[in-house]
Nanobody, 122 residues
Framework: QVQLAESGGGLVQAGGSLRLSCVRS????????MGWFRQAPGKEREFVAV????????DYADSVKGRFTISRDNAKNTVYLQMNSLKPEDTAVYYC???????????????WGQGTQVTVSS
């Protein structure tokens, strides 16, 4: 059974940092592209970042470029999202997801975690 488990969310003041982690079980981690998405109340789930299987290629939503960094450690079956210079508009539930192909849409992803709440106060 495939499981993705996020951690690292919390409450932080604007300008602060958080590091999210997502650990997988039940799939060959290195075979999957890994993405981060977020969903704020009343809004659709939106793409945040994606990383290739070997971690060489990354892509980001324009809203987080220069502030967020996605990385992965295949030996630890973990993908990370380092979030710096956080803004109140970054407040959302953050989800990690796994896909067999490169993509930026929720429908491109096959497996999802349960999400972790990130709240940024002004």
């Amino acid at each position: 059974q495939v499981q993705l488990a996020e951690s690292g969310g919390g409450l932080v003041q604007a300008g602060g940092s958080l590091r999210l982690s997502c650990v997988r079980s039940g799939l060959t981690f290195s075979s999957y592209y890994m993405g981060w998405f977020r969903q704020a109340p009343g809004k659709e789930r939106e793409f945040v970042a994606v990383i290739s299987r070997a971690g060489v290629r990354t892509d980001y939503a324009d809203s987080v470029k220069g502030r967020f960094t996605i990385s992965r450690d295949n030996a630890k079956n973990t993908v990370y999202l380092q979030m710096n210079s956080l803004k109140p508009e970054d407040t959302a539930v953050y989800y990690c997801a796994a896909a067999l192909a490169w993509g930026g849409r929720p429908g491109d992803y096959d497996y999802w975690g349960q999400g972790t709440q990130v709240t940024v106060s002004s």
